[in-house]
């Protein structure tokens, strides 16, 4: 299952989560995190940025846990290029 179906699976599913009004619950945060990072790592740096920029304008109180899970990502990543170099 892709992180998208897992998203709309969850926020179509929830009835604590309203997707148009940035309402979710903790775990449907926490996916929503999970996604948008995901997303956000196969953009262009300058690209993600901005859409970075425009998530903490836009939604402050979601920010924080897709800031803290692109870090995640980007560290992985970094990780994962280390070992493939040696």
Do not use: W
């Amino acid at each position: 299952m892709t992180l998208h179906e897992v998203y709309i699976g969850h926020v179509m599913g929830c009835p604590h989560c309203y997707a148009p009004k940035n309402r979710y619950c903790t775990d449907g945060a926490h996916v929503r995190a999970d996604y948008l990072a995901a997303y956000l790592m196969e953009l262009e740096p300058t690209v993600a940025k901005s859409l970075m920029r425009a998530e903490k304008r836009d939604n402050p109180s979601l920010f924080p846990g897709v800031a803290d899970r692109v870090r995640e990502l980007q560290a992985e990543q970094v990780v994962q290029e280390d070992l493939a170099n040696g």
